[in-house]
Each structure stands twice: as structure tokens, then as C-alpha cells.
């Protein structure tokens, strides 16, 4: 099984979304075998010391949860990163509405794929909802948090989606976020995974975008990558109202996943089938491991 870093681009912080705020992914993946470092980031301003060094690390993965305004990565950290995939770690990345998690602009082709609050982006495209106006485009709304929203995907599914818990053999729930945001499947190596539709304009948007077959510079394949439009499809909150949110959320919740858990059961598929897609392909050993080999041939 894989050896994942789960990390937040921020200092931990008790009234924000920092990684106590992803217990319950952090739990399900243990409970699918994998080993995860569950961690917030050290500083604020300055190289962060895991992130920095990443592919230097004993991680086969690294899981991103991107809950910064633009400050949550430095220049080395961002390096780090894009070497790391080169070595063939996997990544996932979330962020959110507008500009939070901007940081992740600096991860070479998946930065590509997020887009934020920006001059260059139809803010006609992109401006959803109408319900919270302190948060700006993109900010698509996929219902309540606490609610359910479909996933809209071609057939056949990818094996992302795959799960053998529905009649349709798909995942076909995510927890809803009022105001998710932007990824696009911008570059040759790109692919949307899934879809969703806005409840307040009908209009569709990219739940999820993956990259896979993009090639390094020295030829060798470069790990896989997912970028998820928010970070809320993985937070104990839309997992769990229990759970609470920072103080600064201040739309009413739903009541559909308190109602009829089930559908989040089936959810917790994509998680694990995650993991196991992102996972470097034919290796046993870390991706750290494999630099080292490579380096010393």
C-alpha cells in the first residue's frame, strides 16, 4: 500500500479548515492499508520542511488540501512538488471557491488546471452562486453542505468512479459545497472525471480533472494527478455536520447526508480508488526510494 502525505497549505489553526478538519479521510485511508502523515504546514512565509524536500521523502502520494489565499506554497515547495511528480509520486489537489488555494498555480500542469479569480477567466462562466456575495466566481454551487449532489460522467466510467455498491456500478453521489471551484481539463494530458450541475443555473462544471501520460523532462512518465474543484468533497464536515466548521461558515446547512448515509458509503470508493490509481505504477518502493536508485545507477 502507498505511504501518503495528507497536508493543508496552511498553519494549523483551530478556526480554519486545517488538517483536523480532514480527520475522517485521513481515518479512511488507513482503514484501505495505506500509512498517511497527516499534517498542517509549519510556517507561514517560509519553505515548509516536508514539503520542500518532497522528493527527497519516503511518500508515494501526496494529498493536498489547498484551504490558502495564495500564500500556502513557497518557490522550493512548489519545486519540490513538481519533482516529485516527475519521480512518479502521485498528487492530488483540492482547493475551493475564487482565489483560496491559488497556491497551486506553481505545480507546473496542474496549476493549469485550477483557475481562479481572474482577469483572463469569463467571470460570466463562472459566477454561480448568488446566496453567499462576500465570495466571488468561481464559486459554483452544487447544493448544501451537508447535502448530496449527482455526478454527471460518460460511459463507461472511468475506474475512478467504479464502485460495486450501486445498481449502475458507478459512483453516482458527491457531498455537495455551495461554492465550489473552477478546475478545466486545459492540456493534452488531460481529462475531465466527472461533472456536476450548478442548482442555481443549471449550468455544468468539472467536479474533478485528471492528468495522466504526461511526460518529464527526461522522458519517464510522470505520476498521475487528480484536481478536485473543492476541498469540501473530503472535509469531516461534508462528511459529518457533527463534525463543525470554522466560525466564518455561515450557510445553512443540508440535512441529506444525516438523512441517508449510504450514498456517502458508496462515496468513500472514490477515495480508495484513488489511493490505489495514484499510486506509482509497478513499484513496491517509495518514490523517494526510487529517486535514490535512479541517482546512483
Known sequence: MSKILLQTTIPAHPDDWDITRFSLLADELRAAGHEVTARDRANRGGDDPVLSRLDELDYDQLWLMAVDVGDGLSDADADAIVRFRENGGGVLTARDHENLGSCLCRLGAVGLLNQFHDKNVDPNAMRDDQDTPTISWPNFHSGANGDYQPVIAGQPAHELLSTTQSASGRIEWFPAHPHEGGVAAEGPYATALAQGRSTVTGRRFNLAVILDGEPAPDGRPMGRALAASTFHHF??????????????????????????????????????NIATWLQPAGLDVSVGDVKSLVENR
Do not use: C, Q
Request: aromatic content about 14%; glycine content about 6%; proline content about 11%.
Open 235 to 272: 472535509a469531516d464536515y461534508n462528511w459529518d455536520l457533527d463534525r463543525g466548521a470554522p466560525s466564518f461558515v455561515s450557510e445553512p446547512p443540508g440535512t441529506e447526508i444525516k438523512a441517508d448515509p449510504s450514498r456517502l458509503v458508496i462515496f468513500k470508493d472514490y477515495v480508495r
